[in-house]
């Protein structure tokens, strides 16, 4: 099988994640709908430097989070953990990503907000069609 590949498939399917942000003495999570580039291995979400997940974002570029959707057969599992690195696109980069990201959300372009790349590090994928409690993994 080629785990890259599943995983990959997997995250263009879905289109919401939870990002966990942190500082020293504060953390905070948030939900987020996303655009995935498989080439890059990064996902891109649009959110509110006012925000404070951004602002932690800001203090504290190292990020985690979850894509899972909530399926209610146990069978049917399926989610990634990852870590990345977030930043905030501007000029050319945020063109591109913008859109990529108006492609797949369509009234994203009434939003004023920043778009934001999380490149990712390390994905840990749980697919329970393949076997319970099997697990890929891909790494930078």
């Known amino acids: 099988m080629n785990e890259i590949k599943h995983i990959s498939d997997f995250l263009k399917q879905n ?3 939870t990002l966990c942000a942190n500082s020293d003495t504060d953390l905070w999570c948030a939900s987020c709908y996303y655009s995935f580039d498989p080439k890059k291995m990064s996902l891109f979400i ?3 430097e006012s925000s404070h997940h951004s602002q932690l974002m800001m203090l504290n570029k190292n990020i985690v989070g979850t894509i899972a959707p909530q399926p209610t057969n146990i069978i049917d599992i399926k989610g990634v953990q990852f870590k990345g690195k977030i930043k905030k696109l501007i000029n050319k ?16 372009k009434f939003i004023s907000a920043p778009i934001w790349e999380i490149e990712l590090i390390m994905i840990k994928m749980t697919d329970n069609s393949l076997g319970f409690g099997k697990k890929l993994f ?3």
């Open 15 to 17: 289109h919401l994640l």
């Open 46 to 48: 649009m959110t509110s």
């Open 93 to 108: 980069d945020a063109e591109v990503a913008n859109a990529d990201y108006y492609y797949k959300f369509p009234s994203a």
């Open 138 to 140: 891909w790494y930078q």
